[in-house]
């Protein structure tokens, strides 16, 4: 295509006219209608970093409303929780709140959770070390897996399959 077979006589427009009339609005953000998309892992681990319990739901799902399915779908056999040897529980800040500690209490589960608003320095535990990370590292791990790192799958048991299949690699591997 030459310059001659283009649109427009060749005059360059200046002055008043020039300008378009869509620009003269400022570029505004849009506002997205009907919540987040995307997809939430909600893990529980032991220790070491295994995966015991993975639960799949929409992003839009607050953390709180997940904590009991996960809790639930323990698929390893757990000790009776005693008094000498309680089941503890370390969660992040996202569960602080009653309902959340119910649902763990009820369970048989001693809740670790930091409260909200304090400061790294002043909630420092000199006998031992908060094992939240764990869990962050087995996100990471499952992130390694290509296939899981972006979600391509529509029906929501083809993505818990892969999941799972990752978890079963992750625990072998261990």
Known sequence: ?????LLG???VWTGRKAKRPWRERRWETIRRIGG???TKRSL???GRGAPLSLIVAGANRHDVKLLG???DAIVVKRPKPTRRRPQ???VDKGYAGKAAEKQMRDRGYTPHVPAKG??????????GKARRWVVERTHSWMNNFRKLRVRYEKKAANFEGLLHLATALICWRM
């Open 44 to 46: 529980l681990v032991d």
């Open 9 to 11: 006589n060749g005059r």
């Open 36 to 38: 987040k998309k995307g």
């Open 1 to 5: 295509m030459t310059w001659k077979e």
């Open 69 to 71: 399915l996960t809790l």
């Open 118 to 127: 304090t400061l790294k320095a002043a909630r420092h535990r000199p006998r």
């Open 88 to 90: 503890h529980l370390c």
